[in-house]
């Protein structure tokens, strides 16, 4: 029986396994999004939401114990700079992952995690990110509809961040 034995083992060592998730939750807060493995998929997502609640906290303990799983000191500063803004009254959930395919050498199953957000979106994105079926403009109305709070992929590097925002 696996009682209290949290975390998948993914046939590595430990000092690999610990060494792979590292790397890939600094990709991961970095990019915003990564292609793995699902198994490997799951498991950062893990990782990754533990490093956010760490960002929201704030404080200097958190910072610490966050730098002692990203790799970058410029991703962990950012991501303490923007996680109360990108995820303050979230509770968790902060990753998302979603099934793609399959690789094409061994047949294994492929996701991709990506981090979300619920900000309010500007109006000139309203046409990326709109619901399922909604039109965007209707002639005959004549008017624009309001655009709905959704969900946006985040990156720190990525183009639309909440730093580039405001400058805007």
């Known amino acids: 029986m696996r009682h209290r034995k949290a975390g998948k083992k993914l046939n590595r060592t430990s000092s690999h396994r610990k060494a792979m998730f590292?790397?890939?939750v600094t990709s991961l807060l970095k990019y915003g999004s990564i292609k793995t493995t699902d198994?490997?998929?799951?498991?950062?997502?893990?990782?990754?939401d533990r490093i956010i609640t760490l960002a929201k906290r704030g404080d200097l303990h958190a910072r610490r114990q966050a730098l002692a799983i990203v790799r970058d000191k410029t991703v962990v500063?950012?991501?303490?700079?923007?996680?109360?803004e990108l995820y303050g009254d979230v509770p968790g959930g902060y990753t998302r992952v979603v099934k793609i395919d399959r690789r094409k050498?061994?047949?294994?199953?492929?996701?991709?995690v990506e981090l979300i957000s619920t900000r309010e979106k500007s109006k000139e994105s309203k046409g990326l990110f709109r619901n399922k079926g909604e039109k965007?403009?209707?002639?005959?109305?004549?008017?624009?509809?309001?655009v709905?709070?959704?969900e946006e992929r985040v990156g720190i590097d990525q183009p639309?961040?909440?730093?580039?925002?405001?400058k805007a």
């Open 77 to 84: 500063r950012k991501l303490f700079e923007e996680a109360n």
């Open 105 to 112: 050498g061994d047949a294994a199953p492929v996701s991709r």
């Open 136 to 146: 965007i403009f209707s002639k005959k109305e004549g008017k624009e509809p309001e």
């Open 160 to 166: 639309g961040s909440v730093e580039e925002e405001s």
């Open 148 to 150: 709905p709070e959704k």
């Open 22 to 24: 590292r790397n890939m």
């Open 39 to 48: 198994a490997k998929a799951k498991e950062i997502r893990r990782w990754s």
